[in-house]
Nanobody
Framework: QVQLVESGGGLVQAGGSLRLSCVTS????????MAWFRQAPGKEREFAAA????????DYADSVKGRFTISRDNAKNTVYLQMNSLKPEDTAVYYC?????????????????WGQGTQVTVSS
């Protein structure tokens, strides 16, 4: 089984920064496209960022582009989401996801494995 465990969430003031981490179990981490999704109360889960297997390609939702950076360290089976210039509308539970696919995707249906989520709250 593949397990994804997120960490790094918390409460931060608007304009501040957080770095989320997602550690993935298993020996095939480098074969997974990795992504971060987020879900605010009362809203659907939405795509935030994705990174290709090698880390060479990334994709971002327009709402986070220029502020968030996704990266991965395949030697550590870990994907990161660096979040800068945080806004109150970034408040959500952030989920790490893994897909057995070649290309990165913002479609949540692409993803096969999900973490439990970590809460990010941005105060205003």
């Amino acid at each position: 089984q593949v397990q994804l465990v997120e960490s790094g969430g918390g409460l931060v003031q608007a304009g501040g920064s957080l770095r989320l981490s997602c550690v993935t179990s298993g020996r095939t981490f480098s074969r997974y496209t990795m992504a971060w999704f987020r879900q605010a109360p009362g809203k659907e889960r939405e795509f935030a960022a994705a990174v290709s297997r090698s880390g060479g390609n990334t994709d971002y939702a327009d709402s986070v582009k220029g502020r968030f950076t996704i990266s991965r360290d395949n030697a550590k089976n870990t994907v990161y989401l660096q979040m800068n210039s945080l806004k109150p509308e970034d408040t959500a539970v952030y989920y790490c996801a893994a897909a057995q696919s070649i290309w990165i995707s913002g479609d949540l249906r692409t993803y096969d494995y999900w973490g439990q989520g970590t809460q990010v709250t941005v105060s205003s």
